[in-house]
């Protein structure tokens, strides 16, 4: 049971927009910076969100971050068929003194 | 760019130890501050261990502290992490990776290795 809890799964049609999200506490999300990461099957995860909403660069602009509070959310607007995998929130939990990881959102394209 | 290049994994007994290496390239390795994160096979990203860019500051996850250690070689550009006391729950993906700010040690990773598999088996 992670310490951020993101749901299990989600869907969208090519050109939709998506939501994720990601719960935390006051010592985590609360406290620090949120990131974001997609990880396709068989790959390295890969950097979408740096510091709650920074998008890196060669990252689309179709991807937006947020935060308030103990949570944050990851949007993905005109969704595309490479945008498919699982997506990890992560920060860093001040009482724990270590990162945490969300147990991952399946993304699927229909 | 960055190059993250982890090496020393493989297949081992329980109860052995492994060294893991992540040979960094394309940055100022002594500013950065160094993760690792392990994946089990089918399971999610595992956070257990950072290291300042000094290599002098050390944090751990519950799961691994008092048996795994990490530490930083600044004049080699590399990054270890000590595995001691292994188990089958240990059979993962082992993945080096970056922080996001200089001199930061509590940012999250911003480049990450393509990993390298270890195998606990008897």
């Known amino acids: 049971q992670s310490v951020l809890s993101q749901p299990p799964s989600t869907s969208g049609t090519p050109g939709q927009r998506v939501t994720m999200s990601c719960s935390g506490s006051d010592s985590n999300i609360g406290s620090n910076y949120v990131y974001w990461y997609q990880q396709r099957p068989g790959a390295a995860p890969e950097l979408r969100i740096s510091r709650n909403n920074q998008r890196p660069s060669g990252v689309p602009d179709r991807f937006s971050g947020s935060k308030s509070g103990t949570s944050a959310s990851l949007d993905i607007n005109g969704l595309r068929s490479e945008d498919e995998g699982e997506y990890y929130c992560a920060v860093w939990d001040d009482s724990l003194k270590g990162a945490v990881f969300g147990g991952g959102t399946m993304l699927t394209v229909l | 760019q960055v190059r993250l290049v982890e090496s020393g994994g493989g297949v081992v007994r329980p109860g052995t130890s492994l060294r893991l290496s992540c040979a960094a390239s394309g940055f100022v390795f002594n500013t950065y501050g160094m993760h690792w994160v392990r994946q089990a096979p089918g399971k999610g990203l595992e956070w257990l261990a950072v290291?300042?860019?000094?290599?002098?500051?050390?944090f751990y996850a519950d799961s691994v502290r008092g048996r795994f250690s990490i530490s930083k070689d600044n004049s080699k550009s590399t990054m270890y992490l000590q595995l001691n006391g292994l188990t089958k729950d240990d059979t993962a993906v082992y993945y080096c990776?970056?922080?996001?700010?200089?001199?930061?040690?509590?940012?999250?990773?911003?480049?990450w290795g393509q990993g390298t598999l270890v195998t606990v088996s008897s």
């Open positions: 290291v300042s860019y000094a290599g002098n500051t050390d």
């Open positions: 990776a970056r922080t996001g700010a200089q001199w930061r040690m509590i940012d999250l990773i911003d480049s």
